[in-house]
C-alpha cells in the first residue's frame, strides 16, 4: 500500500511531467494540460475522454455543465468531487472538441495507467465510450454502443489492483436528455453500491476479487 503523502508525491511529479509532454501534437493548441485531480487515495475513480474548453482554459477535469451534473451525481450517492479522482484518456484538449485519435490515446495512456496505479481504486466509473473502450479492452470486452453494456460491472484485476468496471454514459450526452440522465443515475446507484460492498468486505476481513 502506498503511503498517502507517497501518493500524492507521486501524483504531482506526474503532473509536471504532463505538463511538459510533448509526446503528441494535442498540446500545441491547448492553453493547459488537464492531468487529473481529486483524493489520491479514493476509492472511487473517475475517467473521461479528454478536456473541453473550460477545463483546457482552467487546467481542471469537468467543471463546466457536464461537471455539474458529474457532482449531482456524485452527491446521489453521497459523495462530492473531494471524495473521488477525477481524469481524462488524453491531458490536452483534442481542437474543436474533436474525438482523440488511436495515436494520441496510446501516446497518452501510459499517464492514465500510472495514475490507476498510484490511486488503487476499488470502483472505477468510465465516462463514455472511448474511455469505456479503453479500459474494458484489458479485460478484454468489445462493444458497439454503450448502451449496450452501459451499469455493468466488470471484475478485473487492472495494473495489478482488484477492482470494479462499470462503463457509463458522458454526463455531456446527458446535459439535453433526461433518459440518460436516468441512466447515469441509475449506474451511478449501482457504483456507490459496489463501493458500499467493498467496504463491508473489508470491514469484516473479507477479500474483494
Ligand atoms: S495529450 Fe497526452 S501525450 Fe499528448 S501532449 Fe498532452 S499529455 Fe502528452
Same mark, same amino acid.
Not at 473541453?52 to 477535469?61: F, H, I, M, S, Y
Not at 471524495?83 to 472538441?97: E, S, T
Not at 494520441?104 to 490507476?116: D, F, K
Not at 471484475?155 to 482488484?162: D, I, M, R, S, T
Given at each position: ?30 492553453h ?17 475522454e ?17 461537471g455539474?451534473? /458529474?457532482e449531482?451525481?456524485? #452527491?446521489?450517492?453521497? &459523495? @462530492?468531487?473531494d471524495? %473521488?479522482?477525477?481524469?481524462? *484518456?488524453?491531458?490536452? !484538449?483534442?481542437?474543436?472538441?474533436r ?21 488503487g ?5 468510465? /465516462?463514455?465510450?472511448?474511455? #469505456?473502450?479503453?479500459? &474494458? @479492452?484489458?479485460?478484454? %470486452?468489445?462493444?458497439?454502443? *454503450?448502451?449496450?453494456? !452501459?451499469?455493468t460491472?466488470y ?8 477492482v ?13 436528455n ?5 441512466? /447515469?443515475?441509475?449506474?451511478f ?14 470491514d ?6
Open positions: 500500500m502506498v503511503e498517502e503523502t507517497g501518493r500524492e508525491v507521486a501524483m504531482e511529479r506526474l503532473a509536471a511531467v504532463i505538463g511538459e509532454c510533448r509526446k503528441c501534437p494535442l498540446f500545441e493548441d491547448a493547459h494540460a488537464v492531468p487529473g485531480e481529486g483524493a489520491v487515495g479514493a476509492d472511487l475513480m473517475l475517467i473521461g479528454a478536456p473541453g474548453k473550460q477545463e483546457d482554459l482552467t487546467g481542471r477535469p469537468f467543471v463546466g455543465r457536464a455539474k451534473l /458529474l449531482c451525481l456524485l #452527491s446521489g450517492i453521497g &459523495l @462530492s468531487r471524495d %473521488v479522482f477525477i481524469a481524462n *484518456i488524453v491531458k490536452h !484538449r483534442p481542437p474543436g472538441n474525438d482523440p485519435e488511436d495515436e494520441e490515446i496510446r501516446a497518452c495512456t501510459p499517464y492514465l495507467e500510472e495514475q490507476i496505479r498510484i490511486v481504486p476499488k470502483v472505477i466509473v468510465m /465516462l463514455g465510450r472511448h474511455s #469505456s473502450r479503453y479500459i &474494458l @479492452s484489458f479485460l478484454p %470486452v468489445e462493444f458497439d454502443r *454503450i448502451t449496450e453494456i !452501459r451499469g460491472v471484475p478485473a484485476v487492472l495494473f495489478g489492483h482488484p470494479r468496471l462499470i462503463p457509463t454514459l458522458h454526463p455531456a450526452a446527458a446535459l439535453y433526461p433518459a440518460y440522465r436516468e441512466a /447515469l443515475e441509475e449506474d446507484r449501482v457504483a456507490g453500491r459496489e463501493l458500499a460492498e467493498g467496504r463491508g468486505a473489508r469484516t476481513g473479507l477479500k474483494g476479487q
